[in-house]
């Protein structure tokens, strides 16, 4: 059984702060975050007992956490019996922002499409990268004016995402793994992994990676490209993209009014759509 942390007794010395994590055991299904926290902790030469009294400031300093970072390891440290307090979880900030040049199909390169597809159905269908990973294109059904996802939990209709459909389904099957592959999002080359292979299912992280990629390239296309008048807006975009998650995109879209798919940051995007509709602020563009 899994031994929480427990604080010396008086009058004794502190265990070494590597060895004191090394008594602790991940959370389960926190691993790789577990990890991480310990990593950041032992680089500053904090143990579990110097964690808990002087909190999560100093490590998030040095590792330019941002709260809604802080937040999640805050938790994963109580999981694992390192008494730190929760802060609470930050409403999306910026509230509302123009994710639709994030849609917008630049090129043919198939990375770049199989991008602009998920974002062209997250914005209207903001599902998580998990449920992304598992999309098969049996679950998706083009029709004449959107698409249409079908999934164990219901169906959904996705406006706005045609074009960006077609483009990528035109541009994987000129290539017979990709062709092949059940999946909307699949491996487009192999990756380090022994049954890694082309037109395979993406991992979740590698899911994330792709969608930072495209974010930051949106970015210096936008830059790129904008000129006269739209150049100050282009480059305001292109600064909060250059940074921009898919979880991010995700809240962005659920606080701009796109439905639920999971309940996960629901509660959260409905008290940010509440502010802005007090505040008078439009919806999203692409609502």
Partial sequence: MAKGWQGPLPEMPSLPAARAWARLEPPEGYAVQWRRLVDAALELGLGPEELAEGGMDDVAAARDWKPATVTLYSKVARYGGVPLPTPPTPEPDPRILDLRPLCEVQSEQPEHLRTVVWCAIALHWPAPVGTFRDLRRDQVHPTSRRLLVRTEEGEWSVPGALTAWHAWEAVRNRFPALAESPWVLPALRRGPGFRSEVGGRLSSQALQVTFTKHAVRTALYLRA??????????????????????????????????????????????????ANRAAGTPPSAGR
């Fill in 225 to 274: 490209t904008s000129a006269g008048a739209r150049q100050r807006r282009a480059e305001a975009l292109a600064a909060v993209y250059e940074t921009l998650s898919y979880d991010s995109f995700r809240r962005l879209a659920l606080a701009g009014g796109a439905e639920p798919v999971a309940a996960r940051g629901a509660v959260r995007a409905e008290r940010a759509a509440r």
